[in-house]
């Protein structure tokens, strides 16, 4: 089959529909001339139909696989915001509450983990969610390879307990624990460039999934 002229922006659905079989083109085989009597036509009548609900099977099929992918992401993403908690502020300024306290082992500064996550604004405002993607994020926490506000998230320190491995909590944080005066995902000058704009306030839902494996 001559590969699709579809723009790469089309659908995983929509790829998956276009890259199905098409129908034979090929003429059909000479026949013996039906007996009196039967319809000659009740055949090719037959194959047409049996290969309109071959096509429509595939499709429903195709459709199935898709949503098996997506829904579980959305599902646990939705989960992760659907309860609510009270927040604890401590001396640093970060708020956090546990939505869930797991009950494997506590992370542990220095260690490589993976843990799920969605940030917004203080508006509601998604910039980033790893349940969107399908897979945890792999850091090394306590030792300044993410911003601050995360490292005491899942680490602990300054009055924050560590996560424990299956664990899901909240998080509020001041600029000073997230991006500061420079925000994030910055294409120009202009504070309204920026995917975090400067001196913002950052909301999280942190699920501690484990230990990496280095």
């Excluded at 047409?48 to 099977?57: A, D, G, I, N, P």
Aim: charged share 20%; proline share 7%.
């Amino acid at each position: 089959m001559a590969p699709s002229t579809t723009s790469s922006t089309a659908s995983p659905l929509s790829r998956i529909l276009l890259s199905l079989p098409k129908p034979s083109t090929a003429q059909p085989t000479r026949c013996a001339k039906a007996a009196p009597g039967t319809d000659s036509g009740a055949g090719a009548g037959a194959s047409k139909k049996s290969l309109v609900f071959t096509r429509r099977e595939a499709a429903a099929t195709a459709l199935s696989t898709v949503l098996s992918r997506v829904l579980p992401a959305v599902a646990a993403e939705t989960d992760v915001a659907s309860a609510e908690c009270s927040l604890e502020t401590t001396p640093s300024g970060l708020a956090f509450c546990d939505r869930v306290v797991g009950a494997g082992a506590e992370a542990v500064k220095g260690q490589l983990i993976k843990a799920h996550y969605r940030g917004m604004l203080e508006d509601g405002t998604v910039f980033d969610s790893s349940y969107g993607r399908g897979r945890p994020l792999t850091i090394m926490v306590g030792v300044g390879e993410v911003i601050k506000g995360w490292d005491l998230c899942i680490a602990g320190g300054e009055g924050i307990p560590p996560m424990r491995v299956g664990g899901k909590r909240s998080l509020k944080l001041p600029p000073e624990l997230a991006y500061g005066e420079k925000g994030a995902g910055c294409r120009g000058w202009e504070p309204t460039s920026c995917v975090i704009p400067p001196n913002s306030t950052l909301l999280f839902d942190v699920e501690y999934v484990g230990r990496a494996s280095s």
